[in-house]
């Protein structure tokens, strides 16, 4: 996948869209998601907080910041998400709590070529 025209975003800008976990071959291609349990492998609950993209692969994400890519199994189980308007807006005015330890890439690179 080509990162150049990808947005970076970091992911306390999500919110679960859905009121629980769905199977991920229910999910459609291009949705954003969170994987909640892998049963495939024989994990209950996932503590891994990014957010991945599904591709037209029927099995294969990718993750939305640093373009890594992860297989599912279609039996296992992921929360999908959605931009969070509110936090996005929060962040970009620094005035959301965890602002500064979630900038992206860009913003980094970009005060620091400021500084100089």
Do not use: C, W
Not at 45 to 56: E, I, L, S
Not at 108 to 116: F, G, I, R, T, Y
């Amino acid at each position: 996948m080509n990162t150049n025209n990808v947005v970076l975003l970091p992911t306390i800008a999500y919110r679960p869209s859905a009121s629980r976990a769905i199977r991920f071959d229910a999910l459609h291609p291009g949705s954003t998601f969170r994987i909640e349990a892998e049963p495939s492998r024989g994990i209950k609950k996932v503590r891994d907080g990014r957010v991945y993209r599904k591709d037209r692969n029927g099995f294969f994400s990718v993750d939305t910041i640093t373009g890594a890519g992860v297989v599912l199994m279609p039996h296992d189980l992921v929360m999908p998400v959605v931009k969070d308007k509110e936090a996005m807006t929060k962040l970009k005015q620094g005035k959301h709590p965890n602002a500064k330890q979630h900038e992206t890439p860009h913003a980094v690179d970009n005060k620091q070529k400021a500084a100089v």
